[in-house]
């Protein structure tokens, strides 16, 4: 049988296996039927001793025919159930099944739409998965690699060693390998042999978790059974809402920056004192919890957090992404962000996460040159990376790449049940020419500077979005004046729910920052957001971009003395609140923090045991839930008729009026904005028609931290032409301040018979 077993031998596929460049390994290891029985091989390196043990039988020794490879020719018809026991070198015996007796399980379709890019689970198919083949326990693992001489799986299992789990090569460039016995919770990455035989560790692109960093290999993870979802009612609603106005005042967060544990700190008997325990975090569970109790106590409707992707460095905020599909292990498992979710939920809050499809970093361990060449990548450097964020741009071009990125925003919204997705830095994507000089970059098959192929992709994505999960949002984060980001893909927009304003932030913060003295010279900033408002769905944005690096935090940015930065910061909100659009705020600028965000430390909580501070945050619980309860103010965001100017000529005053509406003429609110620290009493506006006027919100009310400058009696309107109106009302006006007004219609005034 002996002299039979070595004919068999394929002495050069033998050596590919042995020296580690076989990416077929089981066309030799693994059972085969051979005419004199079933031909078994197997790599042990290390080994000084392999036995088969088929069941039922007692075991075989197998022979070594080269070194630490074995075979063994057994008389059965079929391929039977069998085992191997190892002993190695150093004594111990190790019992294991054969990872190459096993059939693929990937199907041909699944490969062939991942090819085309229109797997939009591929997820399932790709990464690291528990399941059970031929009644045994086990975990596939799937990798796209096509440059890669050869890929193995390796971890503790098998001592990092990537001679003894090589994949097998599929159609399409997948690697692909079941390995029996193994369970959650081990550790793995891909050794992946390049040209020039350098080997390379990657984590996988598709894994589910990763390590704490600064550790990064991936954890098998079972996320499709790790978390029972008890948020029914909420989809239910969100889905029965889905195409209705409704008001949405997000609170945009940090985790680690909105609250951590202290750090443990002894002090000696000098006074000096030692950090014996550094700031960690708080877990998805216990944040949930934290941080529902504070948005639902001020009123927002929805959270927004920073990337919670797997990343390397802290200080980036999760903007550069190692692990797509993988919440980040900072605060917990991927089912305690579940967990995260579904509580908020539960709480009538929802959840969007900032999403990060413009670039990814060069970090050694994640996608950059994943098998050895650009992959993920554009291979030109001139549209494959960002010359000033040093990081690298997808290759949008390509299927398989642009299916990563699809079928990722799928993941998030379908698996974590998330409610929207912001897309940071969708500009860009949009400009081959974006943060480059001339000669810098190349342009298009048409000679101009629209990448073509990241436009593609964006209304792939938001078309099947659409189709998939028509109630999610859609945000982009797009600073240009690019027509059409919002709409239907079909009528040639790029599919995007909504769009952030950056124009109205930028011309409103400019004008806020400016001493009330010089703002009539100004006062086109204020008014010029109005003249497009309607080009596109937007949303009004006060985010983490404006209150780092120096720029100061919202209350920072206000001039004037003390109590006036905050009456400044008061009328700001309150005419953001008022303006169309839906809103956005960063955390801490809710009760005026000083200082500018940072993700090492929690908000400084301890401003509201300061007057003022607490006042600002009870001026905006006030206003946050008064916006919620006036349809006037988000009804009609986006059309035309849900605004009206009353008086945009007042540059002297800096006043400016107008009317927030409804298709009901008695939900009408009247608002008027002051600019200047000045009172200005008995102030003639016009009104919209006849009838009474009754002020319900003030932001110099005492309450929040003002002079009472209030208009405490119903006002009903005289015949007495103003701002172009037939009718009019006499108020008082507060000085850096808001005002609302209630508007009953009265019918109008019979006209005297001459």
């Known amino acids: 049988m002996e002299d039979k077993l070595l004919k068999y031998m394929q002495w050069p596929e033998i050596e590919a296996i042995i020296y580690s460049e076989h990416d077929r390994p089981k066309q030799i290891l693994g059972p085969h039927k051979v005419d004199e029985g079933v031909l078994v091989q197997a790599y042990f390196p290390g080994a000084d001793k392999c036995e088969i043990i088929v069941k039922g039988k007692d075991a075989q020794e197998m022979r070594e025919v080269d070194e630490d490879y074995f075979a063994v020719l057994l008389s059965e018809e079929k391929i039977p159930n069998y085992h191997y026991r190892v002993t190695y070198e150093d004594g111990h015996t190790v019992k294991c099944r054969d990872a190459y007796a096993f059939p693929a399980t990937i199907q041909i379709e699944d490969i062939k739409k991942f090819q085309a890019g229109i797997h939009y689970e591929v997820y399932k198919m790709l990464g690291a998965h528990p399941m059970t083949v031929q009644g045994v326990k086990g975990v596939r693992f799937a990798v796209w690699a096509p440059k890669a001489i050869r890929v193995s799986v390796v971890g503790d299992f098998n001592q990092w060693d990537g001679r003894r789990h090589p994949m097998q090569r599929r159609d399409g460039d997948i690697h692909e390998l079941f390995i029996p016995g193994l369970k959650e919770g081990e550790i793995y990455k891909y050794e992946i042999k390049v040209k020039g035989d350098t080997v390379v560790l990657k984590s996988d692109p598709y894994g589910t978790l990763m390590q704490l960093r600064p550790d990064n290999a991936s954890v098998i993870y079972n996320i499709e059974k790790c978390h029972k979802w008890q948020d029914s009612a909420w989809m239910s609603q969100r889905k029965k809402l889905a195409r209705k106005e409704k008001p949405e005042f997000v609170y945009e967060l940090h985790l680690a920056g909105f609250m951590r544990p202290e750090a443990v700190v002894e002090t000696d008997e000098a006074g000096v004192e030692t950090v014996i325990e550094p700031a960690g975090f708080y877990n998805y569970r216990e944040m949930a919890e934290k941080i529902t109790a504070y948005v639902k106590d001020m009123g927002y409707t929805h959270v927004e957090l920073m990337p919670v992707m797997e990343h390397p460095l802290d200080e980036s905020w999760g903007y550069q992404v190692t692990g797509y599909y993988a919440p980040t292990s900072r605060y917990g498992t991927p089912e305690d962000f579940m967990y995260f979710v579904d509580y908020l939920h539960q709480n009538d809050i929802g959840v969007i996460l900032d999403w990060v499809p413009a670039h990814f970093p060069r970090d050694l361990n994640g996608l950059a040159r994943f098998d050895g060449g650009p992959l993920y990548e554009h291979p030109d450097p001139r549209r494959g990376e960002h010359p000033h964020w040093g990081t690298l741009i997808f290759d949008y071009g390509r299927k398989e790449v642009s299916n990563f990125l699809i079928a990722n925003a799928m993941y998030w919204v379908e698996q974590y049940h998330v409610d929207g997705l912001r897309m940071d830095a969708v500009a860009s994507m949009l400009y081959l020419d974006y943060g480059r000089n001339e000669g810098e970059w190349t342009a298009n098959i048409y000679g101009g500077k629209e990448h073509l192929e990241a436009i593609e992709f964006l209304k792939h994505l938001n078309s099947m979005m659409k189709k998939r999960n028509p109630e999610v949002q859609m945000i982009a984060e797009e600073s240009t004046a690019w027509p059409k980001v919002t709409g239907a893909v079909e009528e040639d927009s790029l599919g995007f729910d909504m769009k952030w304003n950056m124009g109205w932030m930028n011309d409103f913060l400019g004008y806020m920052s400016l001493d009330p003295l010089f703002r009539k010279g100004a006062y086109g900033q204020l008014l010029f957001s109005l003249v497009y408002a309607y080009s596109e769905k937007f949303m009004l944005v006060l985010s983490h971009d404006e209150v780092v690096h120096g720029k100061g935090s919202m209350i920072g940015k206000m001039p004037g003395e003390y109590r006036e930065k905050f009456a400044n910061l008061r009328v700001a909100y309150g005419f953001m609140l008022c303006h169309p659009g839906k809103k956005l705020l960063f955390m801490g600028q809710d009760f005026a923090q000083f200082t500018e965000f940072n993700e090492g430390k929690s908000l400084e909580w301890f401003m509201l045991e300061y007057e003022m501070h607490k006042k600002m945050q009870d001026y905006m619980r006030e206003l946050i839930h008064f916006y919620k309860a006036y349809p006037a103010l988000y009804a009609l965001d986006d059309e035309p008729e849900g605004f009206e100017w009353i008086n945009d000529i007042s540059a002297d005053e800096s006043i400016i009026v ?78 850096l301040g808001i005002s609302i007004f209630k508007c009953t219609p009265l019918a109008p005034a019979k006209k005297r018979k001459k």
């Open 658 to 735: 107008f009317t927030r509406n409804t298709s009901k003429k008695d939900e009408t609110l009247l608002v008027v904005c002051n600019f200047t620290p000045v009172v200005r009493k008995d102030y003639k506006i016009g009104v919209p028609f006849r009838g009474k006027f009754k002020e319900i919100f003030n932001s110099d009310a005492v309450k929040f931290g003002g002079d009472g400058n209030v208009n405490p009696r119903l006002k009903q309107s005289k015949a007495e032409e103003c701002d172009g109106r037939d009718d009019s009302i006499k108020i008082v006006v507060p000085p």
